[in-house]
């Protein structure tokens, strides 16, 4: 929640901080395909990409679609919109790379 805030706020090195704290607290008390992880690392992904990291960025939404394809039906819209986004930073690397 307060990574959300700061997100918002535009505080971005605090908001991936929160959400890397929820993440610990979800590793110590969820299971490993739980949905709230995949949350938390797409969020994070999006700090990544609005903070013009796309490499990192790529990675957060990487573990998101893994989670997701693991625990969610294939047709799935959470999927979709996951892979979705994972091609726009794909194409974000690919201009930044040239």
Same mark, same amino acid.
């Given at each position: 929640?307060? /990574? ?5 706020? *535009?505080? @971005? /090195? ?11 607290? @979800?590793?110590?008390?969820? +299971?490993?395909?739980? #949905?709230?992880?995949?949350? #938390? @690392?797409?969020?994070? /992904?999006? $700090?990544?990409?609005?903070? /013009? *990291? @796309?490499? *990192? ?10 989670? $997701?394809?693991?625990?969610? =039906? +294939?047709?799935? =819209? ?16 690919? $201009?930044?790379?040239?």
């Amino acid at each position: 929640m307060i /990574g959300m805030v700061k997100t918002r706020q *535009e505080e @971005y /090195g605090e908001a991936i901080e929160f959400h890397q704290k929820s993440l610990e607290i @979800y590793q110590k008390t969820l +299971p490993k395909n739980h #949905s709230d992880f995949a949350a #938390s @690392y797409n969020n994070i /992904g999006g $700090l990544y990409r609005d903070m /013009g *990291e @796309y490499s *990192e960025a790529l990675a957060y939404y990487e573990y998101a679609l893994d989670i $997701l394809s693991s625990s969610l =039906p +294939p047709s799935h =819209p959470d999927i979709e919109n996951v892979r979705q986004t994972i091609e726009i930073v794909n194409k974000f690397l690919l $201009l930044v790379r040239r």
